[in-house]
Structure formats: C-alpha cells, structure tokens
C-alpha cells in the first residue's frame, strides 16, 4: 500500500473500532447495564451511578435488537477475509501460515501441513476478541488457551500448542465423504498479520464436480471475501478450465500467487540462461496465461521454502539463495500483504461499510434519546416493537442493491472482455457455413452481426436475471432471520 494509502487503512481501523466501542455502549445503554456502562468509561460513571437508582422503561430496551444485529453487521464486516483456491498441493496452507506469522520474527507453522494432499475440509483462522485462543469443529469448542494460565506460559507457549494440537488431533489427509469446518479462533494479541480483524480461509484442492463449485463459490460470490487464486509454477497451467469457470461467477476482489518459484528456480537451466532467467520464463508464461482471461490481473510470486528454511530439505536453502535472496522473497509476501489491505479498504469504500453502519448507529442513538426525553417528561414511550425488524429488513434491502449493481457491472465487463470474442467467432463460422452468398464484406458483416445480436441479448437478460435473483435470495434469507428472530420460526409459513 502507498503511503498515503497506507494512512487510509490505518485511519479505517481505528474508525472500526471507535464505531465498535460507540455501539458497545449504546447496547449496554440499551440492555440498563448501567454497572458495565460506568466500569467502560470514566465520564460515564457518574451519570451511570445516578441511572441505577432510577426506573428506566422497558422500551428502552426494545432497542436492544436493532444494537445487536448492529453489532452482528460491524463484526462481520471488520474482517479482512481472503479466501485461498488452487489444486491440491498448491501449498495453500503454507501460504496461510506466511501470511499469518509475518509479523514474528520467524514463520511459523501454524496448521499443520502434509506433503500427501491438501485438507478436504474447510479450515478458517479468524481473529477474535478477549485473550483465549481456541480451536473448534463444525462449532463445538475442542480446546482453548489463554497465555498465562492453565500452563501456557505465554503468546508464544500459546501458539507452539495450538499448533501441536492441531497436528496430532485434526488428520489433514483428504477424505471425500467428511467436508467438514475447522475454524481456530486467534486474539489479535495472539497473531495479527495485517493490524486488524481477519479471517484467512483454506479450501480444499480442486475438484470439478457440482460439490465442490458449490463450497466455493459462497466466498467468490461473497462480495466481502478477497480470492487469492494460488497456483504452482510447477504445473503445465496457470488457468485451467475449472478455473477459468469458477472467475466467470466471482465478483469479489481477487488476485493471483503463483507458488513454488523456489522449485522453479532449482530446476536445470534451460540453454544459456541462468537459473533465474528459467525461473522467470516460466512465470512469464503463466502471466500471460492469467492475462488473457483477466488483463488487468495483479500477480505475486511466492517462494515458501526460502523463506523458511526450517522446512526445505538439508542443505537445499543454501543453493537456493544463490539464485533467489531471502530479502526479495521476503518482499514478495510484503507486497502481496499490501495488496490485500489496498483491496480490503477499496471493498470497505465501495460498499460504503464505515459510513453506512455510523449513519445507522447515530439514527439509534437519537432514537433512544427522543425515548429517553419522553420518558423524563412523563410521556408514554412510543417504541413499536416492529420499528426493529423493518429498519433490518430496509438495510438488508439496501446491502442486496448494491451487491447487484456491482455484479451487474462485472457481468457486463465479462461479456465485453471475453463473451464478445466468441460469439463473434461463432456467428463467423455459422455465417460462412451457410448457403448464403456475400458479394460485398459489409453484407457478411450484417449477417454475423445478425446472428450475434440476439445471442448476446439472450446471454446479457440470463446473466442478469441469475444476478437479481441472487439479490433477492439475500433480502429473504434477511427476512427469515427477522422471523426466526421474532418467534416465527423458519417454517413453511415463514417462507
């Protein structure tokens, strides 16, 4: 990230967590917690001393709900999620685990990583709040530490557990029959790899089946997810056809890591070439593979065992760093890690994340004021217990709208970039195959463009119509969750 970007994302977090702290007390507010509200602040102690002598309506708390799913939305949208795709032995994981402990002094690793097959399940490693780190399983809680009780003796104690534990009680051999979720939930104290929340996600290797596009096109068409599409320099491709598929529906931010460059460069230089000039010939052929589906792609090299020599054979960093310097991999990752914050605070812009949740937070705020004024002045409160759950069904609308005038605008640009392209060269053919005799070029011209024309009507309407109906899938899935929420419960009627 440039200087002054740099800045951006760094002003970004810390306007997270004031929003974050704000809506924190509104809810204790909310709630009448008056003793926690006065613990949290110092100014607020003694008004809060003098409320807890006081009778405060129940209407006050009827705006609980709405300062909840608030808090629902920051959380959720605080994270910097990067979703990690490739084929099996990409070396996705030991990606994660570079990323993760970049700040340390050595990498490390913390999940564990097998040279047989990359994980079947889903692995997430998120930061959390508070002090205890903790490992769960389709979301049963499998163990816990805190550094500095119950024998771990601190941050660093705290993270050489976890990751014993996670090697000798989660098997990451693929097993096609068990998809499950492991998610290890990290303090930032524990890790933070890019100061702020996070959400690293792993997902199994390549597969092309139905199954598998299915489990990962939830975070590519997650518009707040960031896809680093990983693939190994010592493949034959870098856009196999499965890939190029699986870019045709993602509409998120995305860029590529092309790993295993410290192989590459091993290898037998090629004529009179140098090792590093093999190593970059290859590179420049997957980039130009990238490019041609994606032309303004953003393409990082990635060379793991340089980096961490404790996990390359006896003596192979040595010769490696004849060809490839430890402080130029090292950039690499920095300047894949920079990239990643640029995105994440273009998506938080975008989607006008910040604004959005403060503008809803202050409209509570001076709800709860105008109860608490009646309430002083001895008029009836005016809370109706509906007002919550149309406001929440009113964001979720306006969060749906956007999502779709962006997929709307990626389609588009789809079909411009590589649609156009092929149904050109198809009507071509179909033209020429047929009885018709063109005695001028502008009469074949008309013909093919004929021909195009309602095709690409057909595909643009299918297109859109698959984005609007994905729009509207988000508002009820909202509106399910305001029943479920009010005591409907998710049945048929609620459908």
């Not at 910097?80 to 990606?95: D, E």
């Not at 499965?242 to 993602?250: D, E, H, I, P, Y």
């Not at 969060?399 to 079909?415: G, K, N, P, V």
Request: charged fraction near 25%; include cysteine; proline fraction near 4%.
């Amino acid at each position: 990230v440039g200087a002054r970007r740099d800045r951006d994302f760094v002003r970004l977090t810390e306007l997270q967590a004031m929003l974050k702290h704000a809506c924190g007390q509104l809810q204790l507010f909310a709630r009448r917690d008056f003793a926690s509200l006065g613990q949290g602040s110092a100014d607020l102690a003694r008004a809060c001393g003098d409320l807890e002598g006081r009778d405060v309506a129940e209407s006050i708390a009827g705006f609980a709900p709405r300062l909840d799913a608030l808090m629902r939305r920051i959380a959720a949208h605080e994270k910097l999620r990067i979703v990690f795709i490739g084929p099996v032995k990409a070396g996705k994981s030991t990606l994660i685990n570079m990323v993760l402990t970049s700040q340390l002094g050595a990498f490390e690793m913390m999940l564990p990583v097998d040279n047989v097959a990359a994980t079947n399940c889903i692995w997430k490693v998120e930061s959390c709040e508070g002090e205890a780190a903790e490992v769960l399983l389709e979301g049963e809680v499998l163990q816990s530490w805190t550094p500095g009780v119950g024998g771990v003796a601190d941050v660093a104690d705290a993270r050489r557990k976890i990751s014993e534990y996670l090697e000798e009680h989660l098997d990451r051999h693929a097993r096609p029959e068990d998809r499950r979720e492991v998610l290890l939930r990290l303090p930032l104290g524990v890790l933070d790899p890019f100061g702020c929340h996070y959400c690293l996600v792993d997902t199994p290797g390549y597969t092309e089946s139905a199954e598998y596009e299915a489990l990962v096109m939830k975070f590519l068409q997650d518009h707040s997810h960031i896809a680093c599409m990983v693939c190994p320099l010592t493949e034959g491709l870098a856009m196999p056809q499965a890939t190029r598929n699986l870019m045709q529906k993602s509409y998120g931010q995305r860029f590529w890591a092309l790993t295993r460059y410290d192989d590459v460069v091993l290898r037998r230089a090629k004529g009179r070439k140098s090792h590093r000039e093999s190593a970059e010939a290859v590179v420049d052929k997957f980039v130009e593979q990238i490019r041609l589906v994606e032309p303004a792609a953003q393409v990082f090299r990635h060379a793991a065992q340089v980096l961490a020599p404790q996990e390359a054979p006896p003596g192979w960093i040595d010769v490696a760093q004849q060809h490839l310097p430890l402080e130029e991999a090292a950039a690499w990752l920095e300047g894949l890690k920079a990239h990643v914050k640029d995105s994440f605070l273009t998506i938080q812009q975008e989607q006008l994340v910040l604004s959005s949740q403060a503008r809803q937070c202050v409209d509570i705020a001076t709800e709860i004021l105008g109860e608490y004024a009646r309430l002083k002045d001895g008029a009836q409160g005016k809370l109706a217990a509906s007002d919550h759950y149309v406001k929440e069904l009113q964001i979720g609308a306006e969060d749906a709208a956007r999502c779709l005038e962006r997929e709307i605008r990626q389609e588009l640009e789809t079909i411009k970039s590589t649609e156009v392209e092929r149904h050109c060269r198809e009507a071509g053919v179909e033209a020429r195959q047929s009885r018709a005799t063109f005695s001028r070029q502008a009469t074949y011209f008309d013909a093919v463009l004929a021909l195009i024309a309602p095709r690409m009507e057909q595909e643009l309407q299918e297109r859109i119509d698959a984005a609007v109906r994905r729009a509207q899938q988000r508002v009820v899935d909202v509106a399910r969750r305001l029943i479920s929420e009010a005591g409907g419960g998710p049945g048929p009627a609620a459908g």
